[in-house]
């Protein structure tokens, strides 16, 4: 019989990106679990009672203590973790206290909102930050580059809820260009769906529109000044804007990579405010109304969708490494 370490392994298992992935979500799985665990029993640590909040002040405390039997809250907290958890395993979240409704039914109809916001905003931070920092890069301390980096400082200074109420007064009541609160669905139309997206998309976008254009900005300038095959490369005659694309961008590229996937906690925080204030029926809306009505299964769940999220987007990052330089190998570590 041929030793263990010498059977060859499947043809789809000896793919370092493959094994990349089995051993990322692997390691996930501790992760999104005590990130449930922390979250249960942070909710069971804040005051304030889901029944009473249903039922209002003028409920007896009988009734406190039926409607509370009834939901199960009555139960042990151990207990009911546990069956809370068995539950999660097979994609049931349980039924929200204040509607009634599976908790999975209420994340599926909000989920395509908040992703679309995501989305978009991405889009827009990066579609821009990349080129003005290319432009600020490639003629640093001129016009250019200093109103690119005032912009940068500005935007960074200011929290992102102030800049949407800015959005709002200027675009929504002033120029009456956009909506000021609501969603369209695509269903209804692309154009009014982007306009109902617009403003909440730009809120999020533009604070990490600066950040990305500072960091982007920042590293090309030092790849261009300070690196050996910047040097060789303008020595062998290749033209200013090639050896800022080719050569510095292609290695600036990986921090500017790094950022983004370690921005995502960022990102998701300042979806549940731009949510609440453009009125958007997404997730991060959903997880604010349940942590105020107290509607725990609710909350659990919303949390744990953000964990995988975020865990997703790091093993992505990771593969992107890769797609951008193929001399990177992942082996068994």
Known sequence: ?????????????????????????????????????????????????????????????????????QMGLDQPAVERYLNWLAGAVHGNFGDSLVSGQPVSVELTSRLGVSGELVGLAFVVSLGLAIPVALLAAHRPNKLLDRVSMLVSITGLSVANYVFALLLVLVF???LAVFPAIGFVPVSDGLGENLRSLFLPAVAIAFPLFCFYTRFLR???V????????ITTARAKGIGPWQVLLRHAFRNSSFGLLTVVGLNLGTLIGATVIIEQIFALPGVGQLLLQAINTRDYPVVQACVVVFAIVA?????????????LDPRIRYGDR
């Open 172 to 174: 929504a009541v002033q």
């Open 311 to 323: 865990v997703l987007a790091n093993l992505l990052t990771d593969l992107l490494y890769a797609v």
């Open 222 to 229: 030092d790849q261009l000044q300070g690196e050996d095959y």
């Open 1 to 69: 019989m041929a030793h263990p370490a010498t059977v060859p392994l499947p043809g789809l298992l000896r793919s370092p990106s493959l094994r990349l992935v089995v051993r990322r979500l692997l390691m996930a799985i501790p992760i999104v679990l005590g990130v449930s665990i922390l979250t249960f029993v942070v909710l069971s640590l804040i005051p304030g009672n889901a029944a009473q909040l249903l039922l209002g002040p003028e409920a007896s405390p009988d009734q406190v203590a039926a409607l509370n039997h």
């Open 218 to 220: 920042g590293d090309l």
